[in-house]
């Protein structure tokens, strides 16, 4: 089971704010979206490009590289040039509390 990891506070959150977290082996990037949280693995599928440095658009982040799109909800590639999904992880909130489940990988 992996390890939940805590962010922050649901207020230090902005909508639309572009938040990164680096594991060991990952970088998540999270996003607020109305009340929800998401977040993804920071680094396209088609050819690592920095998706947090991408534009959002509901729950679509676009690649700055070559304009991928893919759904913060589920990681899901959805336009090319990208055709696998990228990582998403799971996200909770508690007592205005946001937390991040770590990658298997890097659980002990
Ligand atoms: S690196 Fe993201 S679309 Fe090419």
């Given at each position: 089971m992996s390890d939940w990891v805590k962010l922050g506070q649901v207020a230090d959150f902005e909508e639309g704010q572009t938040v990164v977290h680096d594991f060991e082996y990952e970088t998540a990037v999270i996003w607020r979206v109305g009340e929800k949280f998401y977040a993804i693995e920071?680094?396209?599928?088609?050819?690592?490009?920095?998706?947090?440095?991408g534009e959002l658009e509901g729950c679509q982040i676009i690649c700055p590289r070559h304009g991928a799109r893919f759904d913060?909800?589920?990681?899901?590639?959805?336009?090319?040039?990208?055709i696998e999904d990228v990582n998403a992880y799971a996200l909770k909130v508690e007592e205005g509390i946001v937390w991040i489940q770590a990658p298997e990988e890097e659980a002990w």
């Open positions: 920071d680094r396209c599928s088609h050819d690592d490009g920095p998706l947090a440095e913060i909800r589920t990681g899901e590639a959805l336009t090319m040039p990208a």
